[in-house]
């Protein structure tokens, strides 16, 4: 396996951090932007949108829906696009993906919209990748979809909702995952010029098809918090943090912004200012031992979990299902990690990890592999500032949601070095 060497060469986290556009946001922007003009023929203009390669995907195919589209391992492009273009009428596509992106589910949202009166056919294996869409317009109506494997889902089926004949009345039985994207994608709506309602108990979507008379010129992007997660892991870490985030808001749309709550009660203090939103590390906590349910932030576990792990903190994450259904399965890449790092972890495999923040010898310089990974990528970069130098498997899987992030990195003393 070939590696890539990270090393730190200060602990000591003084620096103004450049944080990417939100990927998430900026994808439900460029579906929503397309679903107001086929509606009223009015183009949206999208600022400060994320230069993320997932973004990237999605926007060149709404640009060219054509012929057959590579999606690569982008997750929320392929359950996005396959809702906009199955409602979209004389639109013609195949999808297809990466190996991995071929093992992660898509047959609710496929089954969702061939109930709703869409086209969509595997093309080799039932339940994966590749498929085959012909677009049309879609009946509306009610329909359920199970949310326990993925929000995406629901948001696919919320954000084109306003092409359908008639209202979508979208059921969500049993558990649910990251109801924040969901409620994300429910602001955005509005913001956009649809109604959106959900129920208290997040049981009942219903999204109606008219749209306002008075619609917004432009919508800004907003940076991104999941981002931010991983200088939270380093201000964790290191002995000394003061970073700055230009732009970054705690009065945000993204869920993710829970982090700075969190990170609080682990002694980093996170103040917003006219620029942006600083955090400083504070008294050490009182307590040693912490445990957080990521249910509805699974993106934030990555940094919470390796951050407290070098840090020293007993941590339990609960609530973490659907990592196994990220770009790679993140709970056991996770454990993998910890336990070349020498960490006592305890796991069922499937819905909780817990370590014991205590490194039983030293790290002896084995590679920790990312599985092409961006989330897994930045979390273990970040070691390197406790532990001097680590080795990643590679390093550009971060281009998939923070193309710059060895550059801002670079402000707080990591260096690569490519052997």
């Not at 951090?17 to 932007?33: D, E, F, M």
């Given at each position: 396996m070939s590696k890539v060497i990270i090393e730190s060469l200060d602990p000591n986290l003084v620096a103004t951090?450049?944080?990417?556009?939100?990927?998430?946001?900026?994808?439900?922007?460029?579906?929503?932007?397309q679903v107001v003009l086929q509606k009223t023929g009015k183009s949206i203009a999208i600022l400060n949108p994320s230069e993320a390669d997932d973004t990237k995907i999605i926007r060149e195919a709404l640009a060219h829906p054509i012929g057959s589209i590579d999606i690569k391992n982008a997750g929320t492009c392929l359950r996005f696009l396959t809702a906009y273009f199955a409602a979209t009428p004389d639109t013609d596509v195949t999808i297809t993906g990466s190996q991995r992106m071929k093992q992660r589910p898509i047959e609710p949202l496929v089954t969702a919209l061939n109930k709703l009166g869409a086209s969509i056919t595997y093309l080799e294996e039932n339940n994966s990748l590749p498929i085959h869409i012909k677009g049309n317009k879609l009946n509306g109506g009610t329909i359920a979809i199970p949310a326990n494997e993925s929000s995406q889902f629901?948001?696919?089926?919320?954000?084109?909702?306003?092409?359908m004949e008639g209202a979508l009345s979208i059921q969500l039985p049993g558990e649910i995952i990251s109801k924040e994207y969901i409620a994300m994608t429910q602001t955005m709506l509005g913001q956009f010029g649809f109604n959106c309602k959900i129920t208290d108990d997040y049981a009942l979507v219903q999204t109606e098809n008219n749209i306002k008379e008075e619609l917004i010129e432009s919508y800004t992007i907003e940076a991104d918090w999941s981002s931010a997660a991983f200088f939270y892991e380093a201000a964790l870490i290191a002995d000394k943090a003061d970073i700055l985030f230009p732009g970054l808001k705690l009065a945000s749309i993204q869920g993710d912004a829970i982090l700075a709550n969190w990170m609080t009660e682990m002694g980093i203090r996170t103040i917003e200012k006219e620029e942006g939103v600083y955090i400083t590390k504070g008294k050490t906590p009182d307590k040693s031992s912490f445990e957080i349910d990521f249910s509805h932030h699974p993106d934030l576990a990555p940094a919470f979990i390796c951050g407290t792990a070098l840090a020293s903190y007993v941590f339990t994450a609960k609530g973490i299902s659907s990592l196994i259904h990220k770009e790679s399965n993140r709970l056991k890449a996770l454990q993998n990690t910890l336990e070349k790092l020498h960490f006592k972890v305890e796991t069922d495999q499937k819905s909780y990890l817990k370590h014991d923040g205590m490194q039983h010898a030293f790290y002896a310089n084995n590679i920790l592999n990312t599985e092409n990974d961006h989330r897994l990528v930045m979390a273990f970069a970040i070691l390197s500032i406790h532990l001097s130098t680590i080795n990643l498997s590679e390093i550009e899987s971060v281009k998939k949601s923070f193309p710059n992030f060895f550059q801002e990195v670079a402000k707080i003393g990591l260096k690569v070095k490519l052997v």
């Open positions: 951090i450049q944080l990417p556009a939100s990927k998430s946001i900026s994808n439900r922007a460029y579906v929503l932007q629901v948001s696919a089926l919320m954000l084109v909702a306003p092409l």
